[in-house]
Nanobody
Framework: QVQLVESGGGLVQAGGSLRLSCAASGRTFSSYAMGWFRQAPGKQRELVGGITSGGNTNYADSVEGRFTISRDNAKNTMYLQMNTLKPEDTAVYYC???????????????????WGQGTQVTVSS
């Protein structure tokens, strides 16, 4: 069982930055594939991006070049650095983990069995 806790959400003006963190339990965090998803009111949960156990990353087109995913295996933590934020980035952000085949790139929510509780990000115009 993997437990995930997000932090770092809040209110920011358009053009600003935020960094989200996702702390994970487990002694084999370095082998997990990790992902960030978001869900805006009235919309489906969508991929923000992910990072494999080997450090390979993938991003949604809507955040490519603005958001960066990284991980610190010594701290069992994944990060989402969000720059040049836009009002349309407003959503609840969730982190997710997959503890098997962590080397594999994942793009869909169903590929991640473990989820955090989410953290709200609000971008004002």
């Amino acid at each position: 069982q993997v437990q995930l806790v997000e932090s770092g959400g809040g209110l920011v003006q358009a053009g600003g930055s935020l960094r989200l963190s996702c702390a994970a339990s487990g002694r084999t965090f370095s082998s997990y594939a990790m992902g960030w998803f978001r869900q805006a009111p009235g919309k489906q949960r969508e991929l923000v991006g992910g990072i494999t156990s080997g450090g390979n990353t993938n991003y949604a087109d809507s955040v490519e070049g603005r958001f960066t995913i990284s991980r610190d295996n010594a701290k069992n933590t994944m990060y989402l650095q969000m720059n040049t934020l836009k009002p349309e980035d407003t959503a609840v952000y969730y982190c997710a983990a997959a503890d098997r085949t962590g080397w594999r790139i994942r793009s869909s929510a169903h590929e991640y069995p473990y989820w955090g509780q989410g953290t709200q990000v609000t971008v004002s115009s």
